[in-house]
């Protein structure tokens, strides 16, 4: 998607070679009309398919994941990264390994909102080496769901997790796809 690597071009930090900062318009400053149409072209992507609901990990998914909602009309379920005091009820759970914190953490969804009858896009910020797109699969899974597909706003295809998820036979529509990056040299994507 053209507006979105422009918009990583001008406005992302390349830190080290392995970590993009868009804090400016992703993933701390949000520029919403940016986001609604990355949610147009996730629903031109999945024209025809019967999605139910999106899912996606707390933070930085649930703007993305509100944004392609509206396009797509179905709720958003968010997983959350502790079981706080108000998931109340029988829930699902999994373990995500932080690529960003570097630690082991888990997730819930409370089973109410993930029924066997779902079709489920996931959406996500980043595919890195793809252990938050494992975990959410996860809990579809756990509630006999169906994962129709996953919609990633930056992947970055140098990292394993894209092409592991793809020979597993999950669909992954990443709208900016990074073939390379490095402090010095900047961002190369693949087309
Ligand atoms: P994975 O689970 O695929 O290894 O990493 C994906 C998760 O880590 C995303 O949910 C995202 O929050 C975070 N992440 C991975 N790489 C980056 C990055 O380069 N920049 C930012 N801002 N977040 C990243």
């Avoid at 894209?162 to 490095?182: F, H």
């Amino acid at each position: 998607m053209e507006l979105l690597e422009k918009r990583i071009e001008q406005d992302g930090t390349v830190i080290g070679t392995d970590i993009l900062k868009v804090d400016s318009f992703l993933n701390h400053q949000i520029d919403v009309a940016l986001l609604r149409e990355m949610g147009r072209e996730w629903k031109r992507l999945y024209e025809g398919e019967k999605i139910t609901k999106i899912l996606t990990i707390e933070a930085s998914g649930i703007a993305l994941a509100c944004l392609a909602a509206e396009e797509f009309e179905v709720p958003v379920v968010f997983a959350k990264k502790s079981q706080s005091r108000n998931v109340v009820g029988e829930v699902l759970r999994t373990r995500v390994a932080s690529f960003t914190h570097g630690c082991v953490y888990d997730v819930v969804v409370s089973k109410k909102y993930l029924n066997p009858d779902d079709r489920v896009l996931i959406i996500d910020d980043f595919l890195a080496n793809g252990a938050a797109l494992c975990g959410l699969c996860d809990l579809v899974r756990q509630a006999g769901a169906t994962v129709v597909g996953c919609g990633i706003a930056i992947e970055k295809a140098f990292q394993p997790g894209g092409d592991d998820l793809r020979k597993l036979g999950i669909r992954i529509e990443s709208l900016a796809r990074i073939a390379a990056m490095d402090e010095k040299t900047g961002i190369t994507f693949v087309h």
